[in-house]
């Protein structure tokens, strides 16, 4: 079995750029609860700071333009998550 996973990012300049890791989980947790937001905001200062996604649409609005929000499945396995801290 190949390890593969989901990951989130923006088509800019017909490249795509994966957002970052807490965002990609956020977003892969609503579309897996069927949870679609029309409205997630998030800041990601290489799109040009606070952005906007519209996962109904698939597009991703930012302060000075639009973007295709893009989910596509890669090989490996995911980024690890941060560590929970035990008490």
């Not at 998030?42 to 295709?68: P, R, T």
């Not at 890669?74 to 929970?84: H, L, N, Q, T, Y």
Request: include cysteine; charged fraction near 25%; glycine fraction near 6%.
């Amino acid at each position: 079995d190949k390890i593969t996973h989901p990951e989130w990012g923006v088509m800019k300049d017909q490249e795509f750029h994966p957002l970052a890791h807490k965002h990609q989980r956020d977003l892969e947790n609503l579309y897996q609860t069927n949870s679609a937001l029309s409205d997630f905001y998030f800041w990601q200062a290489s799109l040009g700071g606070y952005c906007m996604a519209d996962m109904v649409q698939n597009i991703v609005v930012s302060s000075d333009q639009a973007f295709v929000l893009v989910r596509q499945i890669v090989d490996g396995a995911p980024p690890p998550g941060r560590k929970k801290k035990s008490k």
